[in-house]
């Protein structure tokens, strides 16, 4: 378990025992999956950039981003998550350094578990356990989300 990784050192160590078969579990600060795979992939020099990505399609399994955000009821925070599973079209959108296109993957597959963060702030909506103000606050697709929200 990595508790955070901040640093060049910290996550070639965490790559290197996920290619040798180690169950990784590590924890990142950013809003999503595709943000998270571009943060672990930047913070290594040029000249690494491919190999590191390469490792990183082969030894991932999944990345899930998550907020808590204030119930609409004011009596605590709800889950919110978005679910990445490497499939072989994650696996060469990160090699291929295109991981801008990850969300459209994410919304495709649906059938193997993934989700997006902005299709969970719709339902949480939705549900009534968050407010339209929340949902649209915590949105990447702003416009879609105003449209399903009604802001």
């Known amino acids: ?63 899930i981003s998550h907020q808590l955000i204030p119930r609409a009821d004011g009596t605590g925070r709800v889950l919110a998550l978005e679910i990445l599973t490497n499939t072989p079209a994650v696996a060469n959108v990160i090699r291929e350094a295109k991981t801008y296109m990850l969300p459209g993957i ?26 339209a103000q929340e949902a649209y606050a915590r949105a990447e697709q702003k416009q879609m989300v105003r449209q399903q929200v009604g802001k």
């Open 1 to 63: 378990m990595v508790g955070e990784m901040r640093d060049l050192e910290t996550i070639s160590l965490a790559i290197t025992a996920a290619e040798t078969g180690h169950l990784v579990l590590a924890t990142l600060h950013t809003s999503s999956a595709a943000r998270t795979l571009d943060r672990l992939l930047d913070v290594f020099p040029p000249h690494q950039q491919e190999q590191i990505r390469v490792m990183v399609s082969e030894s991932l399994r999944g990345v």
């Open 106 to 131: 994410i919304q495709t597959g649906k059938k193997q578990g993934m989700r997006l963060m902005d299709d969970t702030l719709i339902e949480l909506y939705q549900r009534g356990l968050i407010s």
